[in-house]
């Protein structure tokens, strides 16, 4: 019989130990056991791009399937470079500026653990993704938090003031915002790249749902803003844009010396990314507005049937410019329950799995929303309504 090792009680990285499960994980995980419908994790009911799911399986047949670059080919540098020019006139250099990874996440560690070390301090916004704090402390930096709050998650100047020191070295910013599904204004963009300007920061900005606007909205980067091209690295995924959010394509864009820091910190995490995606990703790259207004148009489609169904039923909304999700307003709906303890019970009694937003707070969480998400089948939509209906009334 073997004995448990020592170390195995005691744990193992203590900054993982302290983690709990993430909320997706233990939601997705409840409604397959119940049978929920499920509006929890943030992923499209049907596959998206046929013709970039092709061009993938053609290239798995006819292409190397070997090791290719670390950075990544150039092919796909060139076509993120030539797709941010056209869609958001940004003029970036494939071969120096773009560094391919294994989906957004691995761009994320790869320019946290590239970029800082341990002691500096990281500006992050409250709610913030979930993967954002684990990979920060992972890096031995210090995170300081922006708290935004419902219903217009704005970023004012004290709130920045009061965040940056003179020890920050990064700002991990996100937008489109998950879960508030906000995009913001220029004006909370400016007052953000002033912040980084007069601190001399970079700022890592998460702009995997640039393509996901909506309402004739048009995503600017934080990139764009005076003073940021030297100081911003821009991370997107493919498997946003193509709602094929299982490939794990993603890049981050920066500058020559930044782009670097983040290749040396991919070359150990994972060192490349399939070749016959990238492949297809570089042909989907090539697409215009005949796939994304679409794209656009579909989602907007479902956020548009789920708030209506859910005004139906008495609930109140904030409003959806951006993202998967749509977010419920429970102390606005006459619902007497914190975020935690409806979506505990939505899920059990009533089958229908939602995201407690308060799971997206460190610290001193906002309580009063879930997150739902809509980019699903008209059916399940209907059924989710249904069920948060059935939900509602368990808390008279
Ligand atoms: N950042 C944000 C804000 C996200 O919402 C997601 C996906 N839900 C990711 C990063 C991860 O992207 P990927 O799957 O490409 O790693």
């Given at each position: 019989?073997?004995?448990?090792?020592?170390?195995?009680?005691s744990g193992f990285n203590?900054?993982?130990?302290?983690?709990?499960r993430t909320i997706f994980?233990?939601?997705?995980t409840l409604a397959r056991e119940l049978g929920a419908v499920n509006l929890g994790q943030g992923f499209p009911d049907e596959d998206g791009a046929p013709d970039v799911r092709a061009a993938a399986a053609r290239s798995l047949m006819e292409d190397s399937n070997q090791y290719p670059p670390s950075p990544g080919l150039i092919e796909l540098r060139q076509a993120v470079a030539d797709h941010y020019a056209r869609f958001q006139a940004?003029?970036?250099d494939g071969p120096s500026e773009v560094v391919v990874t294994s989906g957004a996440t691995e761009a994320l560690a790869a320019a946290i653990l590239g970029l800082i070390a341990p002691g500096d301090e990281v500006v992050m916004f409250q709610p913030l993704y979930d993967a954002y704090l684990p990979l920060v402390r992972m890096a031995g930096a210090v995170p300081r938090f922006v708290r935004l709050e419902p219903p217009h998650w704005r970023i004012t100047p004290e709130a920045l003031a009061q965040a940056f020191t003179p020890k920050t070295k990064l700002v991990l910013f996100n937008n489109p915002l998950n879960p508030s599904a906000v995009v913001f204004p220029e004006e909370d963009l400016r007052l953000l790249a002033e912040a980084c300007?007069?601190?001399?920061?970079?700022a890592v900005c998460d702009e995997v749902w640039e393509h996901v606007v909506f309402d004739g909205r048009r995503h600017l980067p934080l990139m764009a803003l005076p003073g940021m091209r030297e100081r911003t690295v821009k991370i997107g995924s493919a498997g946003k844009i193509f709602s094929l959010t299982g490939w794990k394509v993603g890049w981050a864009c920066a500058v020559p010396p930044i782009a670097q820091a983040i290749a040396k910190a991919h070359a150990f995490l994972t060192f490349t990314t399939s070749p016959n995606l990238q492949r297809a990703v570089a042909y989907g790259l090539g697409k215009d507005d005949a796939y994304f207004a679409p794209m656009r148009q579909g989602f907007a489609r479902s956020r548009d049937r789920l708030e209506a169904g859910l005004k139906a039923e008495g609930f109140a909304v904030l409003p959806s410019q951006g993202t998967y999700f749509l977010l419920l307003d429970l102390k606005a709906s006459g619902i007497d329950a914190d975020d935690a303890t409806f979506a505990e019970r939505a899920v059990r009694e009533a089958g229908v799995a939602t995201i407690p937003v308060s799971a997206f707070y460190a610290e001193d969480a906002v309580t009063s929303v879930v997150r739902l998400c809509f980019s699903k089948k008209d059916s399940t939509i209907d059924a989710g309504i249904e069920r948060l209906a059935h939900a509602r009334k368990l808390f008279p």
């Open positions: 019989m073997s004995t448990t090792p020592s170390q195995f009680k203590p900054v993982l130990a302290a983690q709990p994980d233990v939601m997705s940004l003029e970036l300007v007069k601190h001399d920061v970079i």
